[in-house]
């Protein structure tokens, strides 16, 4: 008996230890081409590495097409019953942001307003990529540069509200930014490759040597949703050349974060604090809320180019699908109202966001990259390696995952600061665009003091 039970339990001892190291194992970093073509063809003997300004033209030939479409659209069918938004984009509601945007919106205008900051493009690694890059007035303060990333289905317009606080100089402080918004290869303005493999990985690469074109060989990084996912991998490839990475999109991909959650379900207080408890917990209601809430997720990561040719040639289609999509990221639990969350954010940026989508036809080119994400090995073995860039996080209330702090050092060896919100959503930098710049200050000096205390 004590002979089968010492058995027993060295066998269980072993399969721990092996779990634990399978689990907890550092895989080699995979061989990378930092520099591989994604243009059209063959990779040319000479690159053009010109940096071109570049301005937002809302053509009339465009306009005039766009609300012809509007007009000639068919009428649709109305909610069920005593439904809002439980069932998807309430076509009511619809009906009215469609003839705004036919009658009201202006376009001129809203291309005026996204003008007013400097606007560029110039080809990195075969793509051209548009971006967005102001200089601030220093006045005796350190210039520190900060590149943004956004995620789907948006662009660079998503940072038109927090560009001007980064770059306004703020008395308790002794830095202020110079800041470079950029469009995602295949998003807003950048060109989309027609070749297979442009992961987040690779768009990290991407976006790291376009920040080395712009004359930057070390810089921060603020970043949400697949910018944020670039971003991680950008620090895990590049952890010294990243100063500091603040993202209000934290997530930890690795075995072990996956494992450590399973085992909070059991006993929660020893993952995440209880007062955020609800947050994580109990898992039937996160399953529930993702089996609702996902299958635009597995759409795009299956089909993408499905779905893109049914939006691509219907302007009130792509509206709807973009639409549903941003309501309920900004706020979930706002199902049962007509607006379904959108009322959260200022109708003319929900209208930017579709009309840029629409102009540069972009619906196609944005929606791959949720395949691309799940195809290489390579990305795999990039989430099992830790970071040890300085990170930040910033954690809103309607953010589409929540991970604690516990979880997140997993993959963020070295998080310097941490903010948990009871207010906004997956948009941050349109829909509380002053906690997102608070924050990213706060982080800053929290990046510096890493520095100078572990290099000096």
């Not at 001892?13 to 930092?34: A, E, S």
């Not at 966001?353 to 990039?382: G, K, P």
């Amino acid at each position: 008996m004590l002979k089968s039970f010492t058995i027993i339990a060295v066998a269980a001892v072993g399969i721990g230890v092996g779990t634990n190291y399978y689990l907890q194992r550092v895989p080699d970093m995979p061989k990378l081409d930092l520099n591989r073509w994604w243009g059209d063809g063959d990779k040319p003997n000479q690159e053009d590495e010109t940096i071109r300004p570049f301005k937002i033209i809302f053509n009339d030939t465009m306009i005039d097409d766009l609300k012809m479409r509007l007009r000639n659209r068919r009428p649709y069918t109305r909610p069920l019953e005593g439904m809002q938004s439980e069932y998807g984009m309430n076509t009511i509601y619809l009906e009215k942001l469609l003839k705004y945007w036919q009658d009201e919106y202006r376009f001129k205008e809203r291309a005026d307003l996204l003008n007013r900051f400097p606007h560029y493009k110039t080809r990195v690694q075969g793509l051209d990529i548009h971006y967005i890059r102001v200089k601030p007035e220093a006045k005796g303060k350190r210039v520190l540069p900060m590149l943004l990333m956004h995620g789907w289905p948006s662009s660079s317009k998503e940072f038109d509200k927090i560009i001007p606080m980064l770059t306004t100089p703020r008395d308790e402080y002794d830095f202020i930014f110079e800041v470079i918004a950029v469009d995602l290869p295949g998003f807003g303005f950048s060109e989309g490759t027609n070749k297979p493999g442009l992961d987040p990985l690779h768009i990290g690469i991407l976006m790291k040597n376009l920040m080395n074109r712009l004359g930057f060989e070390k810089f921060y990084v603020q970043a949400g949703d697949w910018g944020s996912q670039a971003a991680t991998h950008m620090c895990t490839v590049f952890p010294d050349d990243i100063l500091g990475f603040h993202t209000n999109m934290p997530i930890s991909i690795k075995r072990i974060s996956k494992l450590k959650t399973l085992i909070g379900s059991l006993f929660p207080s020893l993952v995440v604090e209880d007062k955020y408890r609800h947050r994580m917990y109990p898992l039937s209601d996160t399953f529930s809320y993702l089996m609702r809430e996902s299958a635009y997720f597995h759409l795009q990561a299956t089909k993408p180019d499905t779905i893109g040719a049914a939006l691509t040639d219907t302007p009130a289609g792509m509206a709807a699908y973009i639409f549903e999509k941003i309501g309920m990221a900004s706020n979930k639990n706002q199902l049962h109202t007509p607006h379904g969350g959108l009322e959260n954010l200022a109708l003319d940026d929900l209208l930017d966001t579709v009309t840029i989508l629409w102009a540069n036809d972009r619906i196609t080119t944005s929606m791959r990259i949720y395949a691309e994400a799940f195809v290489t090995s390579e990305i795999f073995i990039i989430y099992e390696i830790p970071t040890k860039v300085p990170t930040a996080v910033i954690k809103f209330l309607h953010e589409l995952i929540y991970q604690s702090d516990f979880i997140l050092r997993d993959k963020f060896t070295n998080i310097v600061h941490s903010t948990t919100l009871d207010v906004g959503g997956h948009f941050a930098g349109l829909h509380t665009p002053k906690e997102l710049v608070d924050d990213v200050f706060e982080s800053v000096v929290e990046f510096i003091k890493f520095h100078e205390k572990n290099y000096k």
